[in-house]
């Protein structure tokens, strides 16, 4: 049986514009890419990024790829008019969207879970709302019109898909939902490997002494990643291990000033500009180990999980981590996959504990990835899941 041509609509547009790119955030790219390879779905990609030919990389000719954000600043819209101001905008290409009718429509992001609301409406199609923040993260009233328009837009919703059961039962308290009466998928936010990760020489590159044991800290260099709390532990870490020091943006030379005082001399590197995706992997391969370490600044990462990229990119590559103790972290300890921590004191302990046991962890993360992590097993179920509610096939 032939299976029907259908027009998918794809938006990502989040509150923290300048922190959140669609290319760094996995479980969206792989959802957005794996509906761009399959034969039967013509795919509209709107992003509030300005920039979008830099995605031509990750999907074929056939993809549309709108910018919803060429048009104006990048801004946190906090008031109605405001957004509704922007939307009349007689050359925001939303304008073209709304008058094709979609066969799908899928939100990613605050703002961009309202506009695949308002879209899904006029094409009167499935709604399939994925979320990687709560509300609650945003700092703002749970009444504001943003946090409201969240729920009333979710209320409409097919399928929800979070990166983490844990996630998708403390989302539904937020946004006054029932859990048991609600459609919901996980899809971790872990990346897939496509390719061979490439063989470089970071020793070279990074300038590193010879028979060092390197150890990662990729991703947001700041105080709430304990960035502090990795550095001041260093005096008392095996001798030989060094910490790597990657940021998903570049670093200011103002907080390096700010932390010079608990960096140990001749041990710490920085790598100077973001990484590709693929040379990314390749250092967190050639790592010992990497850092998880979260303050705990509320729900969002009280209930991390599976929605921590850099730890389940370096469970992916195949390596442990150091991770803190949180209640949506236990799988680490209980599978195995590296080692938790609640204070400073216990971080060189636990890098010992890494280095010695490097290929029994290495085994431990190459199992588990396959078993639990796996995107076209996750994306199956999803996909099965949409389908008995609506009909809809996407894959």
């Known amino acids: 049986m032939a299976i029907k041509q259908l027009s998918v609509a794809f938006v990502h547009y989040p509150r923290a514009v300048e922190y959140a790119l669609l290319e760094s955030m996995p479980f969206g790219l792989n959802i957005v890419r794996a509906l761009d390879k399959t034969a039967h779905i013509d795919l509209d990609l709107f992003l509030w990024e300005k920039d979008v030919d830099n995605y031509r990389e990750y999907f074929s000719d056939e993809t549309r790829i709108c910018s919803l954000g060429s048009c104006a600043p990048f801004r946190i819209i906090k008031r109605k008019q405001d957004w509704l101001n922007y939307l009349n905008r007689p050359f925001i290409r939303l304008e073209i969207a709304r008058q094709k009718k979609f066969d799908c429509v899928i939100g990613l992001g605050q703002i961009g879970i309202y506009i695949a609301s308002i ?63 609600i459609a919901a998928a996980v899809i971790p936010n872990a990346i897939t490997l496509d390719a061979p990760i490439p063989d470089i020489d970071w020793q070279e590159r990074l300038g590193l002494p010879k028979d060092c044991i390197p150890l990662l800290h990729a991703g947001s260099v700041s105080d709430w990643a304990q960035v502090p709390e990795i550095l001041g532990s260093m005096p008392y870490w095996p001798e030989r291990a060094v910490l790597i020091i990657n940021g998903r943006t570049p670093v200011s030379d103002s907080y390096k000033r700010e932390i010079t005082h608990l960096v140990t001399s001749g041990r710490v590197f920085w790598t100077e500009q973001p990484l590709r995706d693929d040379e990314l992997n390749s250092l967190v391969s050639y790592a010992a180990g990497s850092f998880g370490l979260y303050r705990d600044l509320g729900d969002n990462i009280r209930y991390i999980g599976w929605s921590s990229g850099k730890i389940l990119r370096s469970i992916i590559c195949g390596r442990p981590v150091i991770a803190s103790c949180l209640p949506s972290l236990q799988f680490i300890e209980e599978h195995q996959l590296g080692c938790l921590v609640t204070h400073p004191a216990e971080i060189p302990a636990a890098v010992e504990k890494l280095v010695k046991n490097r290929e029994a962890y290495a085994n431990n993360c190459q199992q588990y990835a396959k078993e639990y992590l796996d995107f076209d097993k996750c994306w199956a179920r999803a996909c099965q899941h949409l389908q008995e509610i609506s009909g809809l096939i996407l894959r």
């Open 119 to 181: 879209l899904a409406r006029h094409s009167n199609a499935p709604y399939v709302y994925i979320n990687d923040e709560f509300p609650s993260s945003y700092n703002i009233s749970h009444n504001s019109y943003w946090n409201r328009t969240e729920r009333d837009a979710v209320c409409s919703a097919s399928l929800l898909i979070a990166p983490d059961e844990q996630r998708i039962r403390q989302l539904c308290q937020e946004l006054e939902l029932d859990s048991e009466q």
